[in-house]
């Protein structure tokens, strides 16, 4: 599919996909959510992908935001619809995907795009980056997941003094709150990308994907059941025949993901 909004990238079974509006910092609009929406559902699809990282074209900016201009007439109901539809289409798609998705956040990642960031399984930005989520500076709240994805990242009085002052925090504070997980130079940061992404596609892809659906269900009552069921089922895998096969041979596996 062409993209008018996105630059897809396959390499060694790994896909990029970068948000590419530079003159507007990769805002989110109506467009750019349903060509991100296709993009993560060909992704989970495609046999040739087993991980994703996402990332914003230039250096300034991850996504600078929404694309307020779209929605500053809204009514209450439009909102609401709004953000129900953008959290069902990309960012609970994005966290639920199958495979995992890192966000490389090259500079700004501000509401939106920090919510894109947050809905992803792991996040590392560069040096320059900035972070925040300042709605409340516009007269709403974080819509796509903000107040509940970053306060399981982060304790509920820091997610809330990042929410309720509406600040920027940098890169390197934010590694110190545990709100993302590596911080590097600006250009080492699709290579510190693709390295972590090179070690996740060389384990078994089934496992990977019952991990995720587990470490998505902590702290919920569902997450020791779910966690024992994908152990069970890794063990009917093809995968899990050759991991400890290729183990006990002392040699690599070669996962298939069956």
Not at 132 to 141: C, D, Q, S, T, W
């Given at each position: 599919?062409?993209?008018?909004?996105?630059?897809?990238?396959?390499?060694?079974?790994?896909?990029?996909?970068?948000?590419?509006?530079?003159?507007?910092l990769n805002a989110l609009n109506r467009e750019t959510l349903a060509e991100l929406s296709s993009a993560i559902t060909a992704?989970?699809?495609?046999?040739?992908?087993?991980g994703i990282i996402l990332t914003g074209a230039g250096p300034k900016a991850f996504v600078a935001g929404a694309d307020i201009?779209?929605?500053?007439?809204?009514?209450?109901?439009?909102?609401e619809e709004l953000a129900r539809t953008g959290q069902e289409t990309v960012?609970?798609?994005?966290?639920?995907?199958?495979?995992?998705?890192?966000?490389a956040i090259n500079g700004f990642a501000l509401g939106g795009g920090l919510e894109l960031a947050l809905a992803c399984h792991i996040r590392i930005a560069s040096k320059q980056a900035k972070l925040?989520?300042?709605?409340?500076?516009?007269?709403?709240?974080?819509?796509?997941g903000g107040t509940q994805r970053l306060?399981?990242?982060?304790?509920?009085?820091?997610?809330?003094?990042?929410?309720?002052?509406?600040?920027?925090?940098?890169?390197?504070?934010?590694?110190?709150?545990?709100?993302i997980n590596h911080v590097t130079e600006a250009e080492g940061l699709l290579a510190k990308a693709r390295e972590i992404m090179a070690k996740i596609t060389s384990r078994a892809p089934l496992a990977i994907s019952a991990a995720i659906q587990a470490v998505n269900k902590a702290g919920t009552p569902e997450?020791?059941?779910?966690e024992i069921a994908g152990f069970g089922a890794c063990f009917g895998t093809a995968d899990f025949k050759e991991g400890t096969k290729a183990f006990l041979e002392k040699r690599k596996p070669e996962f298939k993901g069956e």
């Open positions: 599919m062409a993209y008018q909004n996105l630059l897809i990238e396959t390499d060694n079974l790994v896909q990029v996909i970068t948000i590419n509006r530079e003159a507007k992704a989970a699809e495609d046999k040739g992908v087993r201009a779209e929605f500053a007439s809204y009514s209450a109901a439009e909102g960012f609970n798609k994005i966290e639920h995907c199958p495979k995992p998705v890192l966000a925040g989520l300042p709605e409340v500076a516009l007269g709403l709240i974080p819509g796509y306060s399981s990242l982060i304790s509920k009085g820091k997610a809330f003094e990042l929410i309720a002052t509406a600040d920027m925090l940098p890169a390197e504070d934010a590694l110190q709150w545990g709100l997450g020791f059941e779910t």
